[in-house]
T-cell receptor, first 110, second 112 residues
């Protein structure tokens, strides 16, 4: 099956710092989503981004489908950004289902 | 517009018992997928339902079964519970052949 690798596995930042999270995937996809999982377990969709670049406030994401990777940028981080960030992809062929990476645990300290 | 609703939010069961978890999809969505998330891991795909049929299944034993109703809501049933079934169970809805999944808040199942 498709492999999804996220890096780094853990990240500690001071409030106000910027960061870049990376997601590599092993096959062609027709869907890629970035999620933020809060401490209560809720998976919040950040971006639906199978290709191209999108921005939403302090967050932006870029997916280069031909090179099979995606990047999530967090600027001016806040303590509320803490949590686990997941990348999930959906194969281009076959029935749709999301395959998740192992996530990046982000801790933003004041 | 309500998002994905799951119930109950928490559940404690004894080994060997059976459990049913429920999910109502987001308005306009017709496909429901279930995921299991163990502590410290990413969600793992259990199965997906569309048009009241199981459309795809992940690597989970037959103790895990499901159902989708005509109103698109869904149930996940787990029989003969094991301690290892303790996890967060997430439901996601989507529209068939249209990108983007929306997740519910999950049901945290503890098996003792």
């Amino acid at each position: 099956g498709i492999q999804v690798e996220q890096s780094p596995p853990d990240l500690i930042l001071q409030e106000g710092a910027n960061s870049t999270l990376r997601c590599n995937f092993s096959d062609s996809v027709n869907n890629l989503q970035w999620f933020h999982q809060n401490p209560w377990g809720q998976l919040i969709n950040l971006f639906y981004i199978p290709s191209g670049t999108k921005q939403n406030g302090r967050l932006s994401a870029t997916t280069v489908a031909t090179e099979r990777y995606s990047l999530l940028y967090i600027s001016s981080s806040q303590t509320t950004d803490s949590g686990v960030y997941f990348c999930a992809v959906e194969l281009e062929s076959g029935y749709s289902t999301l395959t998740f990476g192992k996530g990046t645990m982000l801790l933003v300290s004041p | 517009d309500a998002g994905v609703t799951q119930s109950p939010t928490h559940l404690i069961k004894t080994r060997g018992q059976q459990v049913t978890l429920r999910c109502s999809p987001k308005s306009g969505h017709d496909t429901v997928s279930w995921y299991q998330q163990a502590l410290g891991q990413g969600p793992q795909f259990i199965f997906q339902y569309y048009e009241e049929e199981e459309r795809q299944r992940g690597n989970f034993p037959d103790r895990f079964s499901g159902h989708q109703f005509p109103n698109y809501s869904s149930e996940l049933n787990v029989n003969a519970l094991l301690l290892g079934d303790s996890a967060l169970y997430l439901c996601a809805s989507s529209r068939v052949d249209f990108g983007g999944y929306t997740f519910g808040s999950g049901t945290r199942l503890t098996v003792v």
